[in-house]
């Protein structure tokens, strides 16, 4: 799609950006996306080293992971006693 454009078509839109919102406010926008993508790279790191600490970490369970015989309720206080 955006194959065709050349430097010509860049500096257009560019020229553009600029008489539509002026220097200063794409400079702030350019340095939004900076921060943005910062703060991405850093949650992106942080995802990576807890997905690594988990793989080390062996899983402890409370309870034995063999099959256990369900016990059933006791529902005689829900029944309603008839007369």
Do not use: C, R, W, Y
């Not at 921060?35 to 997905?51: I, S």
Request: proline share 4%; no cysteine.
């Amino acid at each position: 799609m955006f194959n065709n454009i050349g430097t010509t078509e860049i500096l257009v839109i560019i020229l553009v950006l600029i008489v539509l919102f002026g220097g200063n406010k794409i400079a702030d926008v350019a340095k939004g996306l900076g921060e943005a993508t910062k703060e991405f790279k850093k949650a992106q790191k942080e995802v990576e080293n807890t997905k690594a600490e988990l793989k080390k970490e062996p899983i402890i369970e409370d309870e034995p992971s063999l099959p256990t015989k369900k016990k059933k309720l006791k529902t005689h206080h829900l029944k309603k006693n008839k007369k």
